[in-house]
């Protein structure tokens, strides 16, 4: 079974420029999270999706942060413009459902590099 | 809100030694704990959880018993390898959309 596909895997940037990030969720998994980790700490969720509905938000910076799931399979991450402290890595998480303890099944990451 | 504190890295041991890395929480609720691992240059894997008060998690010869009256859930293994070196974790979700709160990792460096 393939997992949570990524890319690009690295991205450098100036700071005020556009990024954005996509992933591939597993087969079937109707949830789809992403994180941010910065460096030296946990993972902290940005948005979650079930389907293509936004469950929660409420740690997304909207004034430069955006997130879609059209059609409920893949999801574009963009920020514009990127600052310094977006520095990070991006993490996209999948899971069967939202509820309960259905394991979290993440992707390798994006590292994301503002100069 | 909910919270997850864990010790402070890095931890250096020797093979075979024995393993703790000490975690606790704070949260409304009954959270379900988590276990997660990150080798070098790979992404975040599960290693092991535990969905209700005394619950034991167990994998690859690591376990973690869910204690409520301590809030902790502490990460032990008898005897580490080298190939156990990596980031350790630990996590809870609570509430209805299964939300995924980490403390802030602890690297464990094994040398032979």
């Known amino acids: 079974e393939a997992g949570v596909a990524q890319s690009p895997r690295y991205k450098i940037i100036e700071k005020r420029q556009s990024v954005a990030f996509w992933c591939n969720p597993i087969?079937?998994?109707?949830?789809l999270y992403w994180y941010q980790q910065i460096l030296g700490q946990g993972p902290k969720l940005l948005i979650q999706?079930?389907?293509?509905?936004?469950?929660?938000d409420s740690q997304l910076p909207k004034d430069r942060f955006s997130a879609e799931r059209l059609k409920g399979v893949d999801s574009t991450l963009k920020i514009q413009p990127a600052k310094l402290e977006d520095s990070a890595v991006y993490l996209c998480a999948s899971s069967l459902a939202g509820q309960g303890s259905n394991e979290q099944y993440f992707g390798p990451g994006t590292r994301l590099t503002v100069t | 809100g909910d919270s997850v504190t864990q010790m402070e890295g890095p931890v250096t041991l020797s093979e075979e030694a024995f393993l703790t890395i000490n975690c606790t929480y704070t949260?409304?609720?009954?959270?379900?704990l988590f276990w997660y691992v990150q080798y070098p240059g790979e992404g975040l894997q599960l290693l092991l959880k535990?969905?209700?008060?005394?619950d034991k998690g167990s994998n690859k010869g690591f376990e973690a018993t869910y204690r409520k009256e301590t809030t902790s859930f502490h990460l032990e293994k008898g005897s580490v390898q080298v190939s156990d070196s990596a980031v350790y974790f630990c996590?809870?979700?609570?509430?209805?959309?299964?939300?995924?709160?980490f403390g802030t990792g602890t690297l464990l460096a094994v040398q032979p």
């Open positions: 949260a409304t609720g009954y959270p379900s």
């Open positions: 535990a969905t209700k008060a005394d």
């Open positions: 999706f079930q389907n293509n509905g936004v469950v929660d």
């Open positions: 087969s079937g998994h109707a949830t």
């Open positions: 996590a809870l979700s609570s509430g209805a959309t299964n939300k995924l709160i």
